[in-house]
């Protein structure tokens, strides 16, 4: 059996590996977080390092594990303990060793990826109450649930945890379709949109952009991912970034998930007319969320490569390939570009070019829009808290009692 990884120091500060908490005279809490982590998926690891942050901010000295694709670098990385998360034998001891089972955040409860994705998520779910642990749904996007086992299993096991927050309405009208009315489902946000953009990143991204050459050419950042629809999306954004480069800015390509964003970037790159500038090495989320910084537009199909630009006021224009993105867009009061199904040269470049002019007017609105949301995703992880043991309800939020 793998063993459990863990370290003193991390991505999230220095942590002491013992079971009680600051005073030392009360055992302190642990949490078990579940989600797509340990794939080096920027934006997955940005909501690792978001829910970790909150969940410490809101209860100092919490003992936290994540099931990782990658344990080692995920202890490393945010301080954290970690066990592989298909282990059983680990997955089954951290169940038994926590105070509070975690499922998110991200999209994880859909069945498009596969039935047997859905599956390992909701068998978490449903063996940490059937040990009689607390579950806490973190953020999630819901769906799409196409299959009737999906749709049937999805219900059954929510409607026995003790609380459900989801990034956005369509996934809490999704549940109460489903049928789950036990626990409250809250609309609060990705959690992502709570963190505050860090120095640090700044300054990396400002470091890679000059080393590219870029810093002083007006950068525009594209996200672009795989897609196997009919439309020709590679012709589209490769005729925006040449017309982008035509009128001065640098267009630079930041793949997000590698190896397959970094292909697509590179199919894009082979349309265009001109020479273009893909970020080859693998970033992590912070840099990416530091170049972010330093955009003046950010074009894309990423959902968080469209978060981080919105945390950075800079204001994106989306190509939703995936509902959740146009819903995000739609939180933002912001206009998508164009679904990627639907995509022709001129239309994205109208997009683009309308959102350009109007630039000063989006980010303002961005803005205001941008304060709410983070107030949204910070009540996320006192929700969580509220669910440990000695803790009262101070989020706001309505609670159940914990069923055995």
């Given at each position: 059996m793998e063993q459990e990884t863990e370290?003193?120091?991390g991505a999230g500060g220095e942590r002491s590996a013992l079971r009680h908490g600051p005073a030392g005279n009360q055992p302190r809490p642990r949490v078990l977080v579940s989600g797509y982590y340990g794939f080096q998926n920027a934006g997955d690891e940005a909501i690792l390092y978001a829910l970790i942050r909150g969940l410490e901010s809101c209860r100092p000295g919490i003992g936290i594990t994540v099931l990782s694709a990658d344990p080692g670098h995920t202890a490393g990385t945010y301080g954290v303990r970690a066990v592989p998360r298909t282990d059983p034998r680990a997955v089954l001891g951290a169940l038994r060793a926590c105070d509070l089972f975690v499922s998110g955040g991200g999209g994880l409860l859909q069945d498009v990826t596969s039935l047997a994705s859905l599956q390992y998520y909701l068998g978490l779910i449903a063996l940490a109450r059937m040990l009689g642990r607390?579950?806490?749904?973190y953020a999630q996007g819901i769906g799409p649930l196409e299959t009737r086992a999906g749709r049937l299993l999805t219900r059954t096991v929510l409607d026995r945890v003790q609380a459900v927050t989801v990034r956005d309405t369509r996934s809490r009208d999704l549940l109460r379709e489903l049928g789950v009315r036990r626990p409250p489902v809250e609309v609060t946000a990705d959690p992502v949109l709570g963190l505050e953009l860090e120095a640090e990143w700044r300054t990396r991204g400002r470091e890679l952009l000059a080393r590219a050459g870029v810093l002083d050419?007006?950068?525009?950042?594209?996200?672009?991912?795989?897609?196997?629809?009919?439309?020709?999306?590679?012709?589209?954004l490769a005729r925006v970034a040449d017309e982008l480069g035509a009128a001065g800015y640098r267009p630079v390509f930041l793949p997000f998930h590698h190896p397959g964003d970094l292909a697509a970037c590179r199919a894009v790159a082979a349309r265009m007319a001109a020479p273009a500038l893909i970020v080859e090495e693998r970033l992590d989320f912070a840099a990416l969320m530091g170049v972010c910084t330093h955009l003046g537009l950010a074009v894309g199909m990423r959902l968080h490569f469209l978060v981080f630009a919105a945390l950075a006021g800079v204001v994106p224009v989306g190509l939703p390939y995936d509902p959740k993105v146009r819903l995000f867009l739609d939180r933002l009061e912001l206009p998508a570009a164009v679904r990627?199904?639907?995509?022709?040269?001129?239309?994205?470049?109208r997009a683009v070019a309308a959102a350009l002019a109007r630039r000063g007017t989006l980010k303002e609105s961005l803005q205001a829009r941008l304060e709410t949301l983070r107030l949204e995703a910070r009540r996320t992880p006192a929700a969580a808290c509220d669910l440990l043991p000695g803790a009262g309800n101070g989020s706001g939020m309505s609670k159940k009692p914990v069923r055995p």
């Amino acid at each position: 059996m793998e063993q459990e990884t863990e370290t003193s120091a991390g991505a999230g500060g220095e942590r002491s590996a013992l079971r009680h908490g600051p005073a030392g005279n009360q055992p302190r809490p642990r949490v078990l977080v579940s989600g797509y982590y340990g794939f080096q998926n920027a934006g997955d690891e940005a909501i690792l390092y978001a829910l970790i942050r909150g969940l410490e901010s809101c209860r100092p000295g919490i003992g936290i594990t994540v099931l990782s694709a990658d344990p080692g670098h995920t202890a490393g990385t945010y301080g954290v303990r970690a066990v592989p998360r298909t282990d059983p034998r680990a997955v089954l001891g951290a169940l038994r060793a926590c105070d509070l089972f975690v499922s998110g955040g991200g999209g994880l409860l859909q069945d498009v990826t596969s039935l047997a994705s859905l599956q390992y998520y909701l068998g978490l779910i449903a063996l940490a109450r059937m040990l009689g642990r607390p579950v806490f749904i973190y953020a999630q996007g819901i769906g799409p649930l196409e299959t009737r086992a999906g749709r049937l299993l999805t219900r059954t096991v929510l409607d026995r945890v003790q609380a459900v927050t989801v990034r956005d309405t369509r996934s809490r009208d999704l549940l109460r379709e489903l049928g789950v009315r036990r626990p409250p489902v809250e609309v609060t946000a990705d959690p992502v949109l709570g963190l505050e953009l860090e120095a640090e990143w700044r300054t990396r991204g400002r470091e890679l952009l000059a080393r590219a050459g870029v810093l002083d050419g007006r950068p525009v950042g594209f996200s672009v991912r795989p897609w196997n629809g009919d439309a020709d999306y590679t012709a589209a954004l490769a005729r925006v970034a040449d017309e982008l480069g035509a009128a001065g800015y640098r267009p630079v390509f930041l793949p997000f998930h590698h190896p397959g964003d970094l292909a697509a970037c590179r199919a894009v790159a082979a349309r265009m007319a001109a020479p273009a500038l893909i970020v080859e090495e693998r970033l992590d989320f912070a840099a990416l969320m530091g170049v972010c910084t330093h955009l003046g537009l950010a074009v894309g199909m990423r959902l968080h490569f469209l978060v981080f630009a919105a945390l950075a006021g800079v204001v994106p224009v989306g190509l939703p390939y995936d509902p959740k993105v146009r819903l995000f867009l739609d939180r933002l009061e912001l206009p998508a570009a164009v679904r990627v199904d639907r995509v022709t040269p001129d239309g994205l470049s109208r997009a683009v070019a309308a959102a350009l002019a109007r630039r000063g007017t989006l980010k303002e609105s961005l803005q205001a829009r941008l304060e709410t949301l983070r107030l949204e995703a910070r009540r996320t992880p006192a929700a969580a808290c509220d669910l440990l043991p000695g803790a009262g309800n101070g989020s706001g939020m309505s609670k159940k009692p914990v069923r055995p």
